[in-house]
């Protein structure tokens, strides 16, 4: 069975040949009282069929256990009496998973939680495939995160793995993920982010000392980088300009100078020469 328009008419002309329905069995009823009662009883029957519907809302028909249709367009209607009628909102919802203690792929555990968007796109999947759709989706979120936060590390220095920082990718990860879980269920997954990360507290202090000595290296890699091109380049248009002469031994001297004065986490403190005192 799949999802299916059910038979509706305009509610109100119903109420209305309803109402008109159950004045004739009035008159009847003075005149000929069973048949009176019978035309007034069926007509109160035919008033059960009648039900309203809102923006975003749907209604799933069931008579007397079997399916026999879904109303999705808001209105009033008139649907087959003695019927019940599901009400499921198709609007859009969110919520925040709990915040869930995870190893990450290196084995470190992190802290993570995440915010899901979704909305019913197929009541008749909400309302049979499963018990609750709500209660489905959550846990199906709780589960994805788990399983994103083990197939990711907290944080990555090689460019060609993605880390749980990573925000762009790593939602549109979960929001694939969940889509594929959640589609038995008739639900549509409109976005999925993290909304906390953060390593345990058993390990958070040394997992800070450790990412701001990887920030010191990085750092320092940089400042060496631009020095060696910088000594590179005075060396290179003093010998191009001619300005000086300089032997192999001169030329060492002045890079080990040009980078101690370059690389140092000090400002230099320059030395002048004021030549031999004799007293």
């Given at each position: 069975?799949?999802?299916?328009?059910?038979?509706?008419?305009?509610?109100?002309?119903?109420?209305?040949?309803?109402?008109?329905?159950?004045?004739?069995?009035?008159?009847?009823?003075?005149?000929?009282?069973?048949?009176?009662?019978?035309?007034?009883?069926?007509?109160?029957?035919?008033?059960?069929?009648?039900?309203?519907?809102?923006?975003?809302?749907?209604?799933?028909?069931?008579?007397?256990?079997?399916?026999?249709?879904?109303?999705?367009?808001?209105?009033?209607?008139?649907?087959?009496?003695?019927?019940?009628?599901?009400?499921?909102?198709?609007?859009?919802?969110?919520?925040?998973?709990?915040?869930?203690?995870?190893?990450?792929?290196?084995?470190?555990?992190?802290?993570?939680?995440?915010?899901?968007?979704?909305?019913?796109?197929?009541?008749?999947?909400?309302?049979?495939?499963?018990?609750?759709?709500?209660?489905?989706?959550?846990?199906?979120?709780?589960?994805?995160?788990?399983?994103?936060?083990?197939?990711?590390?907290y944080d990555s220095d090689e460019p060609h793995r993605t880390s749980?920082?990573?925000?762009?990718?790593?939602?549109?990860?979960?929001?694939?993920?969940?889509?594929?879980?959640?589609?038995?269920?008739?639900?549509?997954?409109?976005?999925?982010?993290?909304?906390?990360?953060?390593?345990?507290?058993?390990?958070?202090?040394?997992?800070?000392?450790?990412?701001?000595?990887?920030?010191?290296?990085?750092?320092?890699?940089?400042?060496?980088?631009?020095?060696?091109?910088?000594?590179?380049?005075?060396?290179?248009?003093?010998?191009?300009?001619?300005m000086v002469e300089l032997d192999e031994e001169r030329k060492a001297?002045?890079?080990?100078?040009?980078?101690?004065?370059?690389?140092?986490?000090?400002?230099?403190?320059?030395?002048?020469?004021?030549?031999?005192?004799?007293?």
């Open positions: 069975m799949e999802l299916r328009p059910a038979f509706r008419l305009n509610g109100f002309f119903m109420l209305l040949g309803l109402l008109v329905v159950a004045v004739v069995g009035a008159a009847l009823a003075a005149l000929v009282p069973p048949l009176g009662i019978i035309v007034i009883v069926a007509a109160v029957l035919l008033l059960t069929g009648l039900t309203t519907l809102g923006p975003n809302e749907a209604k799933v028909v069931q008579f007397f256990g079997r399916y026999i249709g879904s109303v999705s367009e808001a209105g009033f209607y008139w649907v087959v009496p003695l019927s019940n009628k599901r009400r499921i909102s198709l609007r859009v919802r969110n919520f925040e998973t709990q915040k869930l203690k995870v190893n990450d792929s290196d084995g470190n555990p992190v802290e993570i939680a995440a915010v899901v968007v979704y909305r019913v796109v197929d009541s008749f999947k909400s309302a049979f495939a499963v018990d609750d759709y709500e209660e489905y989706v959550q846990t199906q979120s709780e589960a994805a995160v788990r399983h994103l936060a083990t197939t990711h590390p749980l920082r990573n925000g762009t990718e790593v939602a549109e990860e979960l929001t694939t993920e969940l889509r594929e879980r959640t589609l038995l269920a008739g639900i549509e997954v409109t976005e999925a982010r993290i909304t906390h990360l953060a390593y345990a507290p058993e390990i958070a202090q040394a997992m800070l000392v450790r990412q701001q000595a990887a920030q010191v290296v990085a750092a320092r890699s940089r400042i060496v980088e631009g020095a060696v091109g910088m000594v590179g380049m005075a060396l290179e248009r003093l010998t191009a300009e001619g001297a002045m890079v080990s100078n040009l980078l101690v004065v370059l690389c140092g986490d000090r400002s230099a403190t320059p030395v002048v020469n004021a030549g031999t005192l004799y007293s």
